[in-house]
């Protein structure tokens, strides 16, 4: 509006341009407010307060925090009933070893072991002395038989395939550190070496573990249709680089049972789910036909932390 036309105004449309400008100012700065209390609180989301992956955090880890959870009062520690730890003494040590004073603490004299009238005892547990791997040759002998003549060898156990190859020891010891400890495989190979003197190849590593898998194969089928047909199982997934390319790892689980399996796509579902399934409101989930969905309370309470974090940048002046 130019001078001239504001010059013809009255005083009254004057007071109404100037609250009208006002109005209008108030609303454009609300709204600048609003978009910049929206973009810190997207700034500010990481794993501790939304839905999103501890991996997508990288260097800037937040703080952890206390637990969510009401104090429940009861003091710290193991509870009663609660089994412990403790070490007990044994009825049957393996060895005993005694020991005698070589002179009486009072005049000097010396002292046998007949002069023995009492002990008392303690016991000390500790691992064995390192012995050398034991050794097992299987010989498949050939036998002639008296009637026809005829040469038949007996049969090498099922788990003897080769002329020279680890125990099942040996491998059930690297699949534990391996799959449960998540030894690296080069860490792994020196504690075999230094503790137990098995010097193992990675490629000898990562075999123990692929027979181990085409072993349990029917097993994992099994646990994987139990979870599936579970009135109720929760299921997530997280992504992880192999060889360069990302992977994912999906779980889906019950309060007995753990599925895991790994895909290259992330919106790979387990097939053939009945009941109820907790999952974290990712959409894909929603795809799942034939089940009833319940969302994670831990995400719940991430998602509030973040509507609070933005709640106070709205009204912080």
Same mark, same amino acid.
């Given at each position: 509006?130019?001078?001239?036309?504001?010059?013809?105004?009255?005083?009254?449309?004057?007071?109404?341009?100037?609250?009208?400008?006002?109005?209008?100012?108030?609303?454009?700065?609300?709204?600048?407010?609003?978009?910049?209390?929206?973009?810190?609180?997207?700034?500010?989301?990481?794993?501790?307060?939304?839905?999103?992956?501890?991996?997508?955090?990288?260097?800037?880890?937040?703080?952890?925090?206390?637990?969510?959870?009401?104090?429940?009062?009861?003091?710290?520690?193991?509870?009663?009933?609660?089994?412990?730890?403790?070490?007990?003494?044994?009825?049957?040590?393996?060895?005993?070893?005694?020991?005698?004073?070589?002179?009486?603490?009072?005049?000097?004299?010396?002292?046998?072991?007949?002069?023995?009238?009492?002990?008392?005892?303690?016991?000390?547990?500790?691992?064995?002395?390192?012995?050398?791997?034991?050794?097992?040759?299987?010989?498949?002998?050939?036998?002639?038989?008296?009637?026809?003549?005829?040469?038949?060898?007996?049969?090498?156990?099922?788990?003897?395939?080769?002329?020279?190859?680890?125990?099942?020891?040996? +491998?059930? %010891? &690297?699949?534990?550190?391996? !799959?449960?400890?998540?030894?690296?495989?080069?860490? =792994?190979?020196? $504690?075999?070496?230094?503790?137990?003197?098995?010097?193992?190849?990675?490629?000898?590593?990562?075999?123990?573990?692929?027979?181990?898998?085409?072993?349990?194969?029917?097993?994992?089928?099994?646990?994987?249709?139990?979870?599936?047909?579970?009135?109720?199982?929760?299921?997530?997934?997280?992504?992880?680089?192999?060889?360069?390319?990302?992977?994912?790892?999906?779980?889906?689980?019950?309060?007995?049972?753990?599925?895991?399996?790994?895909?290259?796509?992330?919106?790979?579902?387990?097939?053939?789910?009945? +009941?109820? %399934? &907790?999952?974290?409101?990712? !959409?894909?989930?929603?795809?799942?036909?034939?089940? =009833?969905?319940? $969302?994670?309370?831990?995400?719940?309470?991430?998602?509030?932390?973040?509507?609070?974090?933005?709640?106070?940048?709205?009204?912080?002046?």
């Amino acid at each position: 509006m130019d001078r001239a036309t504001l010059e013809h105004l009255s005083p009254h449309d004057l007071i109404a341009l100037l609250l009208a400008q006002e109005a209008r100012h108030a609303a454009e700065m609300a709204a600048m407010q609003a978009r910049i209390a929206e973009l810190e609180r997207r700034l500010s989301l990481n794993s501790s307060n939304s839905g999103k992956p501890p991996s997508s955090d990288g260097l800037k880890k937040p703080v952890r925090v206390s637990s969510l959870r009401e104090p429940s009062g009861k003091k710290p520690g193991g509870q009663k009933g609660h089994p412990g730890e403790t070490l007990c003494r044994t009825e049957t040590p393996t060895a005993i070893i005694d020991h005698y004073p070589p002179a009486c603490a009072w005049c000097g004299a010396s002292l046998t072991e007949a002069m023995a009238t009492s002990h008392v005892a303690r016991q000390e547990f500790d691992l064995p002395e390192p012995q050398p791997l034991i050794v097992t040759e299987h010989r498949a002998h050939d036998c002639r038989c008296a009637a026809c003549g005829a040469q038949t060898r007996a049969a090498f156990p099922d788990w003897v395939a080769a002329p020279v190859q680890y125990g099942k020891r040996i +491998g059930a %010891v &690297v699949l534990y550190l391996l !799959h449960y400890q998540l030894l690296p495989e080069k860490r =792994l190979a020196t $504690l075999m070496a230094d503790l137990f003197g098995v010097r193992l190849a990675a490629a000898t590593i990562a075999r123990i573990s692929h027979d181990c898998a085409e072993r349990f194969q029917g097993f994992a089928n099994v646990v994987r249709d139990q979870v599936a047909a579970a009135p109720v199982k929760h299921m997530d997934e997280t992504g992880f680089r192999t060889g360069g390319k990302t992977q994912w790892l999906h779980i889906a689980s019950t309060m007995l049972l753990t599925f895991y399996r790994v895909s290259a796509r992330r919106g790979s579902l387990l097939a053939q789910v009945v +009941g109820i %399934v &907790v999952h974290d409101h990712w !959409h894909p989930y929603y795809t799942m036909t034939g089940v =009833l969905h319940a $969302l994670c309370n831990a995400h719940h309470l991430r998602e509030l932390k973040a509507l609070v974090v933005f709640r106070r940048a709205i009204l912080t002046p």
